[in-house]
């Protein structure tokens, strides 16, 4: 079964909006890890976050964890057209090992 | 430094047929696994590999074979189609001690059986 569950299930916004995008979990965990998806395209790993972080940048990206409320959120600032895909996040679990269990997914769409 | 490498890219097959995807990479990873997406999910682990002679089931191991007899290559092998196995594949690889380590993907390969 899926562990994560991610909101919004799709997300429209102007370039130069931010984007938002949750995702919650279900059991403990090691890490939690965000993925971009373009369309027909592998996933390409954008930031990972283990669970002893609350909040960590990387360039136009801000991610924070709450373990007590066992969910993460996304933030891309200043979106381009090119930030268009699906993201999502992943986890591997306390027992230390590499498996990732995803979760559903958002869908950005980025206009000019 | 390729990094994943998946063969086929887009495959078809019809329904009882065997074929294998192929996945390699060049990363020294000792683990490597294999995912599906199926249309608006997340993906699902199939089987994983934390080094050359180990394989584990993961989430959906069912219809699917893996070996793995070098570091370098994680085949999955499909014995005999059925249309429930029409998905995207995906293979991955990381470093395998200590968890938390960035997982590299492959570009996909498209399966559809009929």
């Known amino acids: 079964s899926q562990q994560g569950e991610e909101d919004p299930q799709a997300l429209s916004i102007q370039e130069g909006e931010n984007a938002t995008m949750n995702c919650s979990y279900k059991t403990s965990i090691n890490n939690l890890q965000w993925y971009r998806q373009n369309s027909g395209r592998g996933l390409v790993h954008l930031i990972l976050i283990r669970s002893n972080e609350r909040e960590k940048h990387s360039g136009r990206l801000r991610v924070t964890l709450d373990t007590s409320k066992k969910s993460s959120s996304l933030l891309i600032t200043a979106s381009r057209a090119a930030d268009t895909a699906s993201y999502f996040c992943a986890t591997t679990d306390s027992g230390g090992g590499n498996k990732l269990t995803f979760g559903t997914g958002t869908q950005l769409k980025v206009e000019l | 430094n390729a990094g994943v490498t998946q063969t086929p890219k887009f495959q078809v097959l019809k329904t009882g047929q065997s074929m294998t995807l192929q996945c390699a990479q060049d990363m020294n990873h000792e683990y490597m696994s294999w995912y599906r997406q199926d249309p608006g999910m997340g993906l699902r682990l199939i089987h994983y590999?934390?080094?050359?002679?180990?394989?584990d089931q993961g989430e959906v191991p069912n219809g699917y074979n893996v070996s793995r007899s070098t570091t370098e290559d994680f085949p999955l092998r499909l014995l005999s189609a059925a249309p429930s196995q029409t998905s995207v594949y995906f293979c991955?690889?990381?470093?395998?001690?200590?968890?938390?380590?960035?997982?590299?993907f492959g570009e996909g390969s498209w399966l559809t059986v009929v």
């Open positions: 590999s934390v080094g050359a002679g180990i394989t």
């Open positions: 991955a690889s990381s470093y395998s001690r200590g968890g938390g380590n960035t997982i590299y």
